[in-house]
């Protein structure tokens, strides 16, 4: 099969397009997937470099890519819930920046759900929720959200409004308009960050969620009175350093299979937008993964196998 492999770390340079690789055969609770559709992640290319090892220990050779969209194509032993031919999306075991991918936490892919936007899901979603629920943000609150016009930001924006939060999002100015359709009052990241912050939520920030990762900590901590309890990141690699928690792993496959079905069907109604950034074929993954770490796409960068 087709598949984008490294053999050690570093740049994207690294990756190389094989047309050889082995078909993964799926094992008890498993499922293979013909891959439709495969979402462009910064911790893609974070593993690529190995700064994640401590979440994410790497295997040479490795298949980058955490989550996908496809077809059923084989079961393993003991899967009863899905057959061959239904269309599902998740996370995959053996990475997804190829042809056939190993999974064992997918779910149903609604019909009216494009690839691309299934494909879009697991990690946002899962993000967005999971941090969420750690920060504990209700209705009446004011939520930071550093990284707001991101894949994660967006999602995580949209979830905490509906939810009644006020939320303030960091972003370039070229977002702005983008974030505030979103129901988020935008402020410009940079240097007079805090006071922008205060001007614009005068009652105070309650949490703070940091999708950037670009020194976005102190000023956070500042905002919060230095108190630390209610900041998670999940991109500054630096957080235990400012007694800050970083959430980097998943929940468990239940709770995963429910939240994935549940946004599913809230972007099937329109109460979820994904938004995609761009498209591009497998073949050019390192390009993807170059957009992906600029840092200035808004909305999801999607490989096609």
């Not at 340079?13 to 462009?40: F, I, S």
């Not at 703070?208 to 976005?216: E, I, L, P, S, W």
């Not at 709770?255 to 079905?261: F, P, V």
């Amino acid at each position: 099969m087709e598949a984008i492999v490294y053999e050690e770390f570093g740049g994207p340079e690294v990756l190389r397009h094989e047309a050889g690789v082995t078909v993964p055969l799926p094992g008890p609770g498993e499922v293979r997937v013909k891959v439709a559709a495969v979402g462009v992640n910064p911790v893609d290319w974070k593993r690529r470099y190995g700064w994640v090892e401590a979440f994410y220990p790497t295997t040479f050779p490795a298949v980058p890519g955490l989550e996908f969209a496809g077809t059923v194509d084989a079961l393993g032993e003991g899967v009863t819930e899905l057959g061959v031919g239904d269309e599902v999306f998740g996370w995959s075991r053996t990475g997804a920046y190829a042809e056939y991918a190993i999974a064992d936490v997918v779910a149903r892919k609604p019909a009216g759900l494009s690839w691309e936007s299934a494909a879009s899901i697991p990690v946002a979603g899962e993000t967005a929720k999971r941090v969420l629920e750690l920060l504990g943000v209700e209705r009446g609150e004011t939520l930071l959200l550093h990284g707001a016009a991101g894949a994660v930001g967006a999602v995580a924006a949209q979830l905490a409004v509906a939810a009644g939060v006020t939320v303030i999002g960091t972003a370039s100015e070229r977002n702005h308009a983008f974030l505030r359709e979103l129901g988020v009052t935008p402020v410009t990241y940079g240097e007079g960050l805090g006071d922008r912050v205060r001007a614009a939520a005068p009652q105070g920030v309650d949490a703070v969620f940091d999708a950037a990762g670009h020194d976005t900590l102190p000023v956070s901590v500042e905002l919060l009175g230095g108190e630390t309890s209610r900041i998670v990141t999940i991109a500054a690699t630096d957080a235990a350093e400012h007694g800050i928690v970083f959430s980097g792993v998943t929940v468990e496959a239940a709770t995963a299979r429910e939240w994935l079905t549940g946004l599913a069907a809230l972007a099937v109604d329109g109460r979820l937008r994904l938004d995609i950034a761009d498209t591009l074929p497998l073949k050019e993954a390192a390009r993807a993964q170059e957009l992906s770490e600029a840092g200035h796409v808004r909305g999801k960068l999607v490989l096609l196998p």
